[in-house]
């Protein structure tokens, strides 16, 4: 379950069968789990295929963990800027093989009573940046904050 890849030639192919209206959403979420005295986070990337626009979705996802070594635990800074590291190394990666346009959703709240309000600005710039599209963040990121968190579920 953790550490398998994506494979994108399958997502690639799956896109090219569908229709012309289909729509891609790209998301990444993260999750800490401690492991006898250390912690860890699992990263859950997903890409959501919206059939034609309105035809339902399959869901392609991967989950990886690695070691977290954050120091503040109520200020999640390194876990959520390595989610938005993820989601753009993930649209880089796809956007060379779909021509379709791809949507990047972040977990990040804007809302500064929420611990992820301190990332917004560096995450939305990091993939204005990088892959040249504006990404959304809740409550609008539904690929981030539901369509990774249920590939999860689903995978364990």
């Avoid at 993260?30 to 869901?59: L, P, T």
């Avoid at 959703?105 to 993939?127: C, F, K, R, T, W």
Wanted: with cysteine; aromatic share 10%.
């Amino acid at each position: 379950m953790y550490n398998e890849k994506i494979d994108l030639e399958e997502v690639k192919a799956y896109v090219e069968n569908c229709g012309p209206d289909t729509k891609i959403y790209l998301g990444c979420d993260s999750e800490k789990v401690k492991i006898g005295n250390d912690w860890y986070a699992d990263y859950i990337i997903a890409i959501v295929v919206h059939i034609d626009g309105n035809h339902g979705c399959k869901i392609f996802g991967q989950i990886t963990r690695e070691r977290d070594y954050e120091k503040q635990r109520n200020k999640p800074r390194m876990r959520l800027m390595n989610e938005v590291y993820k989601v753009a190394d993930m649209y880089l990666q796809l956007s060379e093989m779909i021509a379709n346009d791809i949507e990047v959703h972040l977990d990040i709240n804007p809302n500064q009573m929420y611990n992820s309000s301190i990332v917004v600005n560096e995450a939305v710039g990091y993939i204005k940046g990088m892959c040249n599209v504006v990404p959304l963040v809740k409550p609008n990121a539904f690929a981030a904050s539901y369509a990774a968190d249920r590939f999860k579920s689903l995978a364990a």
